[in-house]
C-alpha cells in the first residue's frame, strides 16, 4: 500500500504537468491561427482586385472653352472683422437639376443636416440638404420621366443606426437612392478592418435598432447602436461630389466639385468645374457600376453622342472652336497624374496646391523633388483647427507644412487659410508647364485614403493654354488666396509661421496614422 500510495503520489504532478503544457500548446496554437487568419484577411482586404467603376482615367476629351465653368465658394473675412460668404457651386447644383428633362445622375458623399456646433459669433448655416431635397422631388413632380439616380454613402444614416428621413422622402417621391457598398472596397484601416470582418461584419447587418451610444455626426440626444460605431471606425467612404444630367435641350452637363450639400458644410471653401459633352460617358458608365456594386438593378443610361458645340448645326463639320482638354480621373488614377505632372515640372515653372488634406506620401516626396529642380512650389493649406464646432490640433497639415519647409530647402512657401469656425475645403492643384496650365480639382484631399485606391474619389484633370480665360481664372483665383485683395481688404491667407508646428510627437503622430490609416484623413 506504502509502495503504490508514493506512486500516485509521483504521477499525479506529472500528470498535473503534462496537461498544463499541452493546455498551453493549445493556446498558442489557437493564437497564431488567429492571428495568421487576422494577418491574411488584412492583407486581402488591402490589395485585393478592385471592382468596377473603380480607378477610372478617362480618354482626355476637347471641350470647348465656352462650355467649361470654374466655380468656387469663399469665407472670408474683411479688414472690418465683416465675414462675407460667396456661394456659387450649390446654386449651379440646383440649377443644372431644375433644367434636366430625361436623367440626373448624382453621388455625393455628405447629404444630411447634422449641425454639428455653430461657434457663438457664426451665422446660420444654409439647409443645402433641405434645398436640394426639395429641387429632386419638386423636379420629378413636374417630370414623371425624369430619371433621378442618387449614390451617396452610409454616412448619412449613421451606417444605418439612425435612418435618414430626406433619403427615405427621397424615395417616396420615386427617386432611387443607393448607400454604397462600402465592404466591396480596399480597407484603408486593415488592423481594425480585419478585425471587424471577422468578428462584426456577419452580426452587423444594417446597424439597425434601439441605440444607447450618441451620434457621432450630431450633438442632439438621438442614440445610434454599437454596431453603427463598429462600422463608423472602418475609416473608409464614398467621398465623390458629382452631378451628370442631360441640360433640357439635348446634351449632356456634369459638375465635379469639392463641396457636399451638407448644411454645416455650407460656410466651407470650395472649387468646382462644369462642362458639358462626351467626358459625361465615362462619368455615367463610372457611376453605374458603383451603383451595381451596391445592389442597383435599374437600366443603363442613355449614350450621349453629341459633344455641345463641338459641330457646326447645319453642315455637321467640326467647329473652329477654341478647346480645353479634360480627364475624368478617380482613386488612385488621381495620384498619377498628379505626380506625372509634378514630376515633369521643369526649373522656371510652377506648382501651386490648394487642398483641405495634404499628407500622402510620394506626393510630398514630389513635391521636395520639384523644388529641388527649382521648380516654384507654393502650397495654401487648410489649419485643421476647425472640424464642425469642434477644435483639431493641426493634423496632418500642420506637420507635413513644416516637413515640406524643411526639406525644401526654401523652396516650398506655405500659407495658412484663415478659416473662423468653417473649413478651407478645396481640392486644387495647378502645374504651369511652359505655356501649358495642367489643373486638377474635384473631391479628393491629397491623403492615403484620398489617393491610394482607398475611398472612392472623382477628379477631374484639363489642361488649357495659359493665356485662355479658364486658365487665366484659374490662376487668378490662386494668387488671389495667395496675395488677399488690398483693394476690398479681404484677407484670405496668413504667413507660415502663424501655424508652424514643430512638434516631434504631433510629426510621428501623424506619419503613424497616415500609415495604419487609424484616422479620418
Given amino acids: 500500500m506504502a509502495v503504490a500510495r508514493l506512486a500516485d503520489s509521483t504521477v499525479r504532478p506529472t500528470i498535473g504537468k503534462g496537461s498544463r503544457s499541452r493546455r498551453r500548446l493549445i493556446q498558442r496554437c489557437i493564437l497564431f491561427v488567429f492571428v495568421l487568419l487576422w494577418g491574411s484577411v488584412a492583407l486581402w482586404h488591402s490589395f485585393k482586385p478592385l471592382p468596377p467603376g473603380v480607378h477610372v482615367a478617362s480618354d482626355w476629351q476637347d471641350v470647348p472653352l465656352q462650355d467649361l465653368r470654374f466655380l468656387n465658394d469663399n469665407t472670408v473675412t474683411d479688414g472690418r472683422g465683416r ?11 440646383l440649377r ?9 445622375v448624382l453621388d455625393f458623399f455628405l447629404f444630411n443636416d447634422f449641425g454639428g456646433k455653430l461657434a457663438p459669433d457664426a451665422k446660420p448655416y444654409r439647409a443645402l440638404s433641405s434645398e436640394l431635397e426639395h429641387r429632386l422631388i419638386e423636379r ?63 452580426w452587423d447587418g444594417e446597424a439597425r435598432g434601439p441605440g444607447w451610444l450618441p451620434n457621432p455626426l ?69 457611376e453605374t457600376a ?81 523644388a529641388n529642380r527649382g521648380v516654384r512650389v507654393r502650397i495654401v493649406l487648410d489649419p485643421n483647427k476647425d472640424a464642425f464646432g469642434r477644435s483639431k490640433d493641426g493634423v496632418p497639415n500642420r506637420p507635413v507644412a513644416a516637413e515640406l519647409v524643411r526639406r525644401g530647402g526654401g523652396g516650398i512657401e506655405v ?19 511652359g505655356d501649358v496650365l495642367w489643373a486638377t480639382l474635384g473631391s479628393a ?3 492615403r485614403r484620398n489617393l491610394d485606391d482607398y475611398n472612392l474619389e472623382a477628379n477631374v484633370a484639363l489642361e488649357a493654354g495659359r493665356e485662355t480665360p479658364l486658365a487665366q481664372q484659374l490662376n ?46
Avoid at 165 to 189: F, K, M, Q
Fill in 218 to 286: 450630431e450633438t442632439g440626444p438621438e442614440r445610434v447602436t454599437l454596431r453603427a460605431w463598429l462600422r463608423l471606425l472602418n475609416f473608409k467612404a464614398n467621398h465623390r461630389k458629382l452631378v451628370i444630367a442631360d441640360d433640357g435641350k439635348g446634351d449632356v452637363v456634369a459638375l465635379v466639385t469639392s463641396g457636399n450639400p451638407h448644411d454645416a458644410s455650407s460656410a466651407h471653401s470650395n472649387v468646382g468645374l462644369r462642362f458639358g459633352g462626351q467626358l459625361a460617358r465615362a462619368m455615367l458608365d463610372s
Fill in 290 to 370: 458603383i451603383a451595381r456594386l451596391s445592389g442597383w438593378n435599374g437600366e443603363d443610361f442613355p449614350p450621349q453622342t453629341l459633344a455641345p458645340g463641338a459641330h457646326d448645326p447645319v453642315t455637321g463639320a467640326a467647329a473652329a472652336l477654341p478647346t480645353a482638354r479634360l480627364q475624368f480621373l478617380t482613386e488612385g488614377a488621381i495620384l498619377q497624374a498628379l505626380r506625372t505632372a509634378i514630376d515633369t515640372a521643369q526649373q522656371g515653372e510652377s506648382i501651386s496646391i490648394a487642398v483641405f488634406y495634404l499628407s500622402e506620401r510620394s506626393v510630398l516626396d514630389s513635391l521636395v523633388d520639384a
Fill in 476 to 521: 487668378t483665383y490662386f494668387e488671389t488666396l495667395w496675395q488677399n485683395d488690398p483693394l476690398t481688404l479681404r484677407e484670405y491667407t496668413t504667413d507660415f509661421p502663424t501655424y508652424e508646428d514643430q512638434s516631434f510627437a504631433r510629426y510621428w503622430r501623424y506619419r503613424l496614422m497616415e500609415l495604419t490609416g487609424l484616422s479620418t484623413f
Fill in 445 to 447: 484631399n491629397f491623403t
Fill in 140 to 202: 420629378k413632380r413636374v417630370t414623371p420621366g425624369l430619371r433621378v439616380l442618387f449614390v451617396t454613402d452610409p454616412v448619412n444614416d449613421v451606417y444605418g443606426g439612425a435612418p435618414s428621413p430626406a433619403i427615405e422622402r427621397l424615395r417616396a417621391a420615386g427617386i432611387e437612392v443607393v448607400s454604397t457598398n462600402l465592404d466591396a472596397l480596399r480597407d484603408s484601416n486593415p488592423g481594425y478592418s480585419a478585425l471587424w470582418r471577422m468578428l462584426v461584419a456577419w
Fill in 415 to 433: 500659407r495658412w487659410y484663415r478659416t473662423r469656425g468653417e473649413q478651407f475645403h478645396v481640392k486644387l492643384a495647378l502645374v504651369q508647364r
Fill in 96 to 104: 443644372i437639376v431644375a433644367d434636366a428633362r430625361e436623367f440626373v
Fill in 83 to 93: 465675414r462675407i460668404v460667396r456661394q456659387e457651386i450649390f446654386d449651379e447644383l
